[in-house]
């Protein structure tokens, strides 16, 4: 064929180890290769192309010669996927904010451009400069959940770089690891060099200036691990050895070297007004699932639901002032042109001052395309209330509760302290009110559920869609279900998780009692769906070779419907020997070391002990921002005031005392959090 | 008041990727930053009224882009636009413009013809050069030539010799100057069925030459014998470029 290129393949891309140091090198290294002449004409061949391509409106671009030290950040997931994240957005400012730092961006490709990659040589890439991923001094890969693992293989391995740690020297970046699958990073410890657990603002900085010092001192790999262990939140596998007893249970996780603490704590930072990123956010040139400029009200949360791992692990709740909620939104939308607005947390509508931020909000945007939009967990009149605030433009489409649990007492069991008829009245108070449709989330598989409250799902949903009907024929409800699954630092993390074959069970249950009802859809997840993320989850050291062995038989991308890796994970646990019921489907007793014993979320374990107890006898406990403190073990040591935004002296205003209106000017101020909460009842605004 | 301008815009380097689809956000979230006052549509979801007459596929680059935007209220046209222009990301950027008096012709009945450029990879040059310009000239010289499009609804069958008004191929050094590479430009008429220079390629040589490594939309206009009349700036852009190496 005429003007054909014929060898594909280039070698420059992916060169002997020997060659790759000169790239390492500190100020004036040379610029390694960039894959982007390869890479653009095998664009467009593939699905959804822009994703590869970088040039997004706030990309930074720095000199390779200019850094000398030099980070790739990663979502090991599609760019559609991870883009939104905040946290890499957070850690690429305030890298690329220092002199001398440089931080690129990087995703995963799908399964079509791996393949063309893997053909031609190609490795993992930047998107600002198309620079390979071998030629970096760290890459920190944040792990929302467990889905990630094989991904996070696959990456270092497509990037040239071993995926083994152990196999790895000076020539290869140092492999990280945070985000809330970081807290148990055990079934990763043979690939990744360190993981890096909680708020990743300060400590991001101090492994920047021991990588410097490292490289200026010539540090080999090993003492460049073992100074990285030093620094305060961060935990190096290889340092560590579990022991396990003769029964197969794990004895103690130690240090095998001195000086290192047999406890390692998280970092959490005091004061998020310090913090005040990502400011100038990337504006993606395709789609992806979250498009709009974010800004985190607050961190942490309280609420105390036993199936949150989020809301145990990112404890206490640290609050940004109304002001600079206000500020951000306004210099990021002028900067971004977002049309959307997200107010992001755990339970957004439980900022002490969301009323006022609402309404603030409101007033500038009142008359433009700007929309907000927070996510919130609560059921309550008062969320209703807010939802109306945020939509004075009259979208009123859709709105959000999450109940969890269909029986009052399984959601004291699980503490989502929300009253039936609490929920049937927020029902109310939304249909009247607009409102056309609802949708409810809901767990099975709880610990003690039953198949009461399993049908008390179904129930719940008639009487909502009987309210709703009352107010409209067309008016809808949704109940979204699905399978729950233990997580580590939790008060469930002692139960069992329910089979796929339970959950299918349960589910038809569910659907069966609903089936007469044609405006109640049922939105349910595959419940096998849950099973490599339960095993991972809890998994120890030994489950690490599973996770090898599942990546190499071609698991990629477990968290898609597109690519079913189910069977692989199967015949992966056979092969090394992973019994996932022992894993998954078994209840541990108080005595039992846990493999994230030796990592510290800040809450004690005999806390979550006595919290479990509490679960499966029902016994619900407040939130600690309105009733005393519970002692979970997280604010001793930290130098901060738990924001509440009631007591006396707090940083924060509390508004006068008005009942709870429709939002417009004459319905008088919104309540703050403190107000509603004043006789600490979690049973929301009534009027 | 509302007033129309109309612009010509290019989609060059990683830009080229943006699907039609994404287009449209990229150039509402610009127009927000730079301010300016763009009208939106009434309804339940208003959308800025930013209009594209074609889309462009994916990976195609261009300097013959064009769009239609309507304010709600006077701009000041050389620098909103330059603005705009700015924060636009790289690759996109706006090169001519023009305010639209009522009673204008639609945009789309300007654009009446494209010049297309395919440009090869330095590979064969010489063999590529000669085989491209024969059968150039035996299109030019015929009255039809059927070419089947094969998509994912079906076969189906076009008669490719209608649209073509010029081709022109030659042999021009590469950028570096190091070597020579293979150009064809050609300048198809826009009027249904859409002939795409795919179309054009599978007619002169199917299955015979690679894949060209670029392919640009240069500019759309009125075509003439030996090109096109570019329709908002009004200059001639020539099918024959003057780096020409006259085929056989």
Request: proline fraction near 7%; glycine fraction near 8%.
């Amino acid at each position: 064929m005429l003007g054909a290129v014929t060898d594909v393949r280039s070698d420059a891309l992916l060169p002997a180890r020997a060659q790759r140091s000169v790239h390492r090198g500190g100020l004036g290294a040379p610029t390694p290769p960039s894959v982007l002449d390869v890479l653009e004409p095998l664009l467009p061949e593939v699905r959804k192309p822009a994703q590869y391509v970088g040039g997004e409106h706030n990309m930074v671009t720095r000199d390779w010669a200019a850094a000398d030290v030099r980070w790739l950040l990663c979502y090991p997931d599609t760019y559609e996927v991870g883009q939104p994240n905040q946290g890499i957005q957070i850690l690429y400012e305030i890298l690329n904010g220092r002199a001398t730092t440089l931080a690129e961006r990087s995703y995963a490709p799908w399964l079509d451009l791996e393949e063309r990659m893997r053909e031609r040589g190609i490795p993992t890439f930047s998107l600002e400069h198309h620079l390979p991923l071998w030629a970096f001094d760290v890459f920190a890969v944040t792990l929302p959940h467990e889905l990630g693992h094989t991904n996070l293989l696959n990456l270092l391995d497509l990037g040239g770089v071993p995926h083994r740690s152990a196999l790895r020297d000076e020539a290869d970046p140092i492999v990280l690891v945070g985000g809330h699958a970081a807290f148990n990073p055990e079934p990763l410890a043979p690939f990744i060099d360190a993981a890096v657990m909680g708020d990743g603002e300060e400590v991001v900085l101090e492994i920047d200036d021991v990588v410097r010092a490292a490289k200026r001192d010539g540090l080999t790999r090993a003492e460049l691990l073992r100074a990285l262990a030093d620094v305060e939140g961060v935990y190096v596998p290889a340092l560590y050895e579990p022991r396990y007893t003769d029964d197969g249970r794990l004895s103690r996780t130690v240090p095998v070297a001195t000086g290192l603490p047999t406890l390692v704590p998280k970092r959490t930072v005091q004061d998020l007004e310090e913090w005040p990123y990502p400011q100038r956010q990337i504006v993606p040139m395709t789609e992806t699932v979250h498009e709009r400029f974010s800004v985190e009200i607050f961190r942490g949360c309280t609420r105390g639901c036993r199936f949150c791992q989020a809301g145990m692990i990112t404890r206490p709740v640290r609050e940004r002032r109304p002001e600079t909620v206000q500020r951000l939104v306004e210099q990021g939308v002028a900067d971004t042109g977002f049309e959307e607005v997200g107010l992001l947390s755990l339970s957004s509508a439980d900022h002490s001052a969301i009323g006022p931020i609402a309404r603030a909000l409101g007033d500038t945007y009142e008359g433009t395309v700007t929309s907000l939009s927070l996510p919130s967990t609560r059921v309550d009149a008062f969320n209703v209330t807010l939802s109306n605030e945020l939509t004075r433009n009259g979208r009123r489409s859709g709105l959000t509760f999450a109940p969890e649990a269909g029986s009052e007492r399984m959601r004291a069991v699980i503490n989502k302290m929300v009253s039936e008829e609490d929920l049937l009245r927020t029902a109310q108070v939304a249909y009247s009110q607009g409102w056309r449709h609802i949708k409810l989330y809901f767990m099975v598989g709880l610990p003690t559920e039953t198949d009461e409250d399993v049908a008390a799902i179904a129930e719940l949903g008639i009487a909502v869609y009987r309210i709703a009907r009352t107010h409209g024929k067309a008016n809808k409800v949704t109940l979204s279900v699905g399978g729950f699954v233990p997580k580590p630092h939790t008060p469930f993390q002692w139960a069992a998780q329910d089979t796929p074959e339970e959950l299918q069970r349960k589910l038809a249950l569910i659907r069966q009692l609903i089936r007469t009802h044609d405006g109640i859809k049922l939105r349910t997840n595959d419940p096998e769906e849950g099973v490599i993320e339960g095993l991972l989850a809890r998994g120890d050291r030994r489950v690490a070779a599973a996770v090898e062995r599942a990546w190499q038989l071609g698991a990629r991308f477990d968290g898609w419907h597109e690519v079913p890796t189910l069977d692989l994970w199967r015949r992966a646990m056979d092969e090394t020997g992973v019994e996932l019921a022992w894993y998954s489907q078994r209840e541990r007793d108080e005595d039992e070391v846990l493999p994230w014993d030796h990592l510290d979320s800040g809450l004690e374990k005999g806390w979550l002990w006595e919290d479990w107890q509490d679960a499966r006898t029902a016994v619900q406990l407040d939130d600690c921002r309105w009733s005393p403190c519970y002692d979970c073990g997280v604010c001793p040591g930290l130098d901060l005031v738990h924001d509440t935004g009631y007591q006396p002296g707090a940083l924060l205003p509390v508004m006068p005392s008005a009942p709870a209106g429709l939002g417009g000017p004459a319905a008088g101020s919104l309540p703050t959090s403190a107000e509603r909460y004043a006789a600490g009842s979690t049973r929301g605004v009534t009027r | 008041m509302s007033v129309r301008y109309r612009v010509r815009w290019s989609k060059e380097g990683r830009t080229r990727f943006v699907s039609a689809r994404d287009q449209s956000s990229i150039w509402e979230r610009a127009i927000r930053r730079a301010d300016l006052p763009i009208a939106y549509s009434e309804g339940f979801t208003p959308h800025a009224r930013v209009s594209f007459p074609d889309a462009l596929p994916v990976g195609v680059a261009s300097t013959g882009e064009y769009a239609e935007l309507t304010f709600a209220a006077p701009i000041r046209a050389d620098d909103d636009l330059a603005r705009l222009s700015a924060t636009l990301p790289e690759g996109m950027d706006i090169l001519t413009y023009t305010e639209v008096p009522a009673g204008a012709p639609k945009l789309a009945s300007l654009l009446r013809a494209t010049l297309w450029e395919l440009v090869w990879p330095p590979v064969d040059t010489t063999a590529l050069t000669t085989l491209l310009g024969r059968r150039c000239a035996t299109m030019l010289a015929a009255t039809s030539h059927e070419v089947v499009r094969h998509r994912h609804d079906g076969d189906r069958t076009l008669d490719v010799r209608p649209a073509v008004v010029s081709l022109a191929v030659a042999t021009g050094p590469t950028p570096d100057g190091a070597g020579a590479r293979t150009t064809l430009r050609a300048v198809l008429r826009n009027d249904a069925p859409t002939i795409r220079p795919a179309d054009l390629l599978v007619a002169l040589c199917d299955g015979e030459v690679a894949s060209p490594a670029l392919v640009r939309r240069v500019a759309q206009g009125v075509p003439t014998a030996d090109g096109l009349v570019e329709a908002l700036g009004g200059e001639l852009e020539m099918v024959r470029t003057d780096v020409v190496v006259e085929a056989a």
